[in-house]
């Protein structure tokens, strides 16, 4: 057989990395390609021993002062040395993602791995600025502030973005002086192994960044430790409540990146076509395993009936096929687990009265399929409005007034994104105003900058990644008042 595309990822050691070693353990994991479901890889996975271990590791290299006593600009250096390296294997990092996870090539390269590069660069370069400011006080005192680092993070990632969703949250907490723990999501642990390689050629020393594939019960453990002091959670609202309740035990610093269901306007007055094409993008965008993916979309009556029309045949036409493919828009799905979740959601699809366009089967053979599916003429109160079903499923409502669409837009229990079609400037500010999400995006979704934060309100979390916020999240202040009377 000619060699393929696949034969060129250089998979990562399938072992633990602990205070700046590779690890062994006694359980391992086989790593599925969604395209085919075969085994890829098998990574070791972490045990109460392995845990520990980390543990303990993490904690000396804080508290030795190895990471956290450097100059901000010191750790600013390593990690844009970090970020110059991975620009260097950059096609490989998006093979390997590919692999792990069944995404596109096409968006590996321009997104998981570009926008992977850019945070790290960001916060490499933002390291430099971490400094406190002098005080005037109303006493005889000489007085300052220091931005130190909180201590020990465990880092607690969901599937679907491994490389995006650690990096926002490894690269502002090693900036601020932290040392790290990475609990990467069981199914898709490869590319953070790849991450702790390249962070320790980079100069990061030993312990400071420790990486523990393994199921929830690793995080379970790291979340009740009283050595570590901050939880950084992407991942469900219900695995995120708890974990918010038991780090409530030891007083920890937490940030929940949680569940979505946004919403995206479309009133009458967009343009038409390149709106179409947004609310498409927007919900097939990595097979609707995206948290801020436009899974509802609101329709102004006088233009629904073309806006569902154009949808319905619109959608068989999206490339799905091998992601490795470099024409392919739509991969399979990450898991199993996650196809068995969307298909009981589509098996009852067509319940209260909604119509059903798409949704056929993609192929016959093996892998995780789910193919793109519209229901129109859905109600507010229907489960596939109201719960997160996180695979490439498209509801649409009509509405006629402003206020209709900010109801029903707002009208759920998470508040993550929501985004505004629209020509009428005074319109787009009036409605970005009113609408209860962490980010808005008018003519346009999912356009996110390493600049700016991004998270959630009501249950889709709360902190924020991005920006100086994302670091401000890893960082505690201390004054200092010297008496000068
Ligand atoms: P999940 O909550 O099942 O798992 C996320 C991570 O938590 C995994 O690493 C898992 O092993 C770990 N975990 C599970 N139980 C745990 C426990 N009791 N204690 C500590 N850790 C535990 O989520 P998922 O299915 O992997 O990811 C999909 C979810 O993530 C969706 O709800 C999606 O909306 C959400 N998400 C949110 C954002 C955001 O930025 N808000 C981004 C991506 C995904």
């Given at each position: 057989m000619p060699p393929t595309i696949k034969d060129d990822i250089g998979l990562p050691p399938g072992e633990l990395f602990i205070g700046g070693a590779w690890v062994a353990a006694d359980g391992v994991r086989e790593i599925l390609d969604p395209a085919t479901g075969a085994a890829v890889a098998s990574v070791a996975q972490a045990g109460p021993a392995e845990t520990q271990l980390a543990l303990a590791a993490a904690r000396r290299a804080f508290d030795d002062g190895s990471w956290s006593g450097l100059a901000p600009r010191e750790r600013g250096r390593i990690l844009l040395r970090a970020a110059e390296i991975l620009r260097g294997q950059a096609e490989e990092l998006a093979r390997l993602e590919s692999l792990d996870t069944g995404k596109p090539i096409m968006f590996t390269r321009m997104v998981d791995v570009a926008t992977t590069i850019d945070q790290i660069d960001y916060y490499g370069a933002l390291a430099a600025g971490i400094e406190g400011s002098v005080r005037r006080t109303g006493r005889p005192t000489f007085a300052y502030t220091r931005r130190e680092p909180i201590g020990v993070v465990a880092a607690i990632t969901p599937f679907n973005f491994p490389l995006i969703l650690s990096s926002i949250k490894i690269a502002p907490a090693l900036a601020a002086g932290n040392t790290v723990i990475h609990k990467p999501a069981e199914e898709t642990p490869l590319t953070a192994l790849r991450i702790a390689e390249v962070l320790h050629e980079a100069g990061v020393p030993d312990g400071v960044f420790n990486v523990l594939p393994g199921d929830g019960s690793v995080g379970e453990t790291l979340v009740r430790d009283p050595r570590v002091d901050k939880i950084a959670f992407t991942g469900s609202t219900a695995v995120g409540r708890g974990i918010a309740a038991a780090a409530a035990e030891t007083l920890k610093h937490v940030t929940v990146e949680l569940g979505g269901k946004s919403?995206?306007?479309?009133?009458?007055?967009?343009?038409?076509?390149?709106?179409?094409?947004?609310?498409?993008?927007?919900?097939?965008?990595?097979?609707?395993?995206?948290?801020?993916?436009?899974?509802?979309?609101?329709?102004?009556?006088?233009?629904?009936?073309?806006?569902?029309?154009?949808?319905?045949?619109?959608?068989?036409?999206?490339?799905?096929?091998?992601?490795?493919?470099?024409?392919?828009?739509?991969?399979?799905?990450?898991?199993?687990?996650?196809?068995?979740?969307?298909?009981a959601f589509l098996d009852k699809a067509g319940q209260g009265g909604a119509k059903v366009y798409g949704g056929g089967p993609v192929h016959d053979g093996p892998g995780f399929w789910a193919a793109p599916t519209v229901l129109a003429d859905v109600s507010q109160d229907s489960t596939f409005v109201q719960d997160e079903i996180f695979g490439p499923v498209l509801t649409v409502q009509p509405f006629d007034t402003e206020d209709e669409a900010v109801a029903l837009a707002n009208g759920t229990q998470y508040g993550l994104a929501a985004g505004l079609q629209t020509t009428d400037i005074a319109r787009a500010h009036r409605v970005a105003e009113r609408l209860r999400a962490g980010i808005v995006w008018v003519n346009g979704w999912a356009l996110l900058d390493a600049a700016l934060p991004f998270g959630g309100v009501n249950q889709s979390g709360y902190g924020r990644e991005g920006g100086p916020e994302g670091l401000d999240e890893y960082l505690q202040t201390k004054s200092v008042l010297i008496s000068v009377a």
């Amino acid at each position: 057989m000619p060699p393929t595309i696949k034969d060129d990822i250089g998979l990562p050691p399938g072992e633990l990395f602990i205070g700046g070693a590779w690890v062994a353990a006694d359980g391992v994991r086989e790593i599925l390609d969604p395209a085919t479901g075969a085994a890829v890889a098998s990574v070791a996975q972490a045990g109460p021993a392995e845990t520990q271990l980390a543990l303990a590791a993490a904690r000396r290299a804080f508290d030795d002062g190895s990471w956290s006593g450097l100059a901000p600009r010191e750790r600013g250096r390593i990690l844009l040395r970090a970020a110059e390296i991975l620009r260097g294997q950059a096609e490989e990092l998006a093979r390997l993602e590919s692999l792990d996870t069944g995404k596109p090539i096409m968006f590996t390269r321009m997104v998981d791995v570009a926008t992977t590069i850019d945070q790290i660069d960001y916060y490499g370069a933002l390291a430099a600025g971490i400094e406190g400011s002098v005080r005037r006080t109303g006493r005889p005192t000489f007085a300052y502030t220091r931005r130190e680092p909180i201590g020990v993070v465990a880092a607690i990632t969901p599937f679907n973005f491994p490389l995006i969703l650690s990096s926002i949250k490894i690269a502002p907490a090693l900036a601020a002086g932290n040392t790290v723990i990475h609990k990467p999501a069981e199914e898709t642990p490869l590319t953070a192994l790849r991450i702790a390689e390249v962070l320790h050629e980079a100069g990061v020393p030993d312990g400071v960044f420790n990486v523990l594939p393994g199921d929830g019960s690793v995080g379970e453990t790291l979340v009740r430790d009283p050595r570590v002091d901050k939880i950084a959670f992407t991942g469900s609202t219900a695995v995120g409540r708890g974990i918010a309740a038991a780090a409530a035990e030891t007083l920890k610093h937490v940030t929940v990146e949680l569940g979505g269901k946004s919403a995206n306007i479309m009133f009458a007055d967009a343009d038409l076509e390149a709106a179409i094409n947004t609310a498409i993008s927007g919900f097939v965008f990595n097979t609707g395993q995206f948290c801020m993916a436009g899974s509802r979309l609101l329709v102004q009556r006088p233009v629904y009936d073309e806006v569902v029309a154009a949808l319905a045949g619109a959608i068989g036409h999206v490339p799905v096929g091998d992601p490795f493919d470099e024409g392919t828009v739509i991969g399979p799905m990450a898991g199993p687990r996650h196809l068995a979740k969307v298909r009981a959601f589509l098996d009852k699809a067509g319940q209260g009265g909604a119509k059903v366009y798409g949704g056929g089967p993609v192929h016959d053979g093996p892998g995780f399929w789910a193919a793109p599916t519209v229901l129109a003429d859905v109600s507010q109160d229907s489960t596939f409005v109201q719960d997160e079903i996180f695979g490439p499923v498209l509801t649409v409502q009509p509405f006629d007034t402003e206020d209709e669409a900010v109801a029903l837009a707002n009208g759920t229990q998470y508040g993550l994104a929501a985004g505004l079609q629209t020509t009428d400037i005074a319109r787009a500010h009036r409605v970005a105003e009113r609408l209860r999400a962490g980010i808005v995006w008018v003519n346009g979704w999912a356009l996110l900058d390493a600049a700016l934060p991004f998270g959630g309100v009501n249950q889709s979390g709360y902190g924020r990644e991005g920006g100086p916020e994302g670091l401000d999240e890893y960082l505690q202040t201390k004054s200092v008042l010297i008496s000068v009377a």
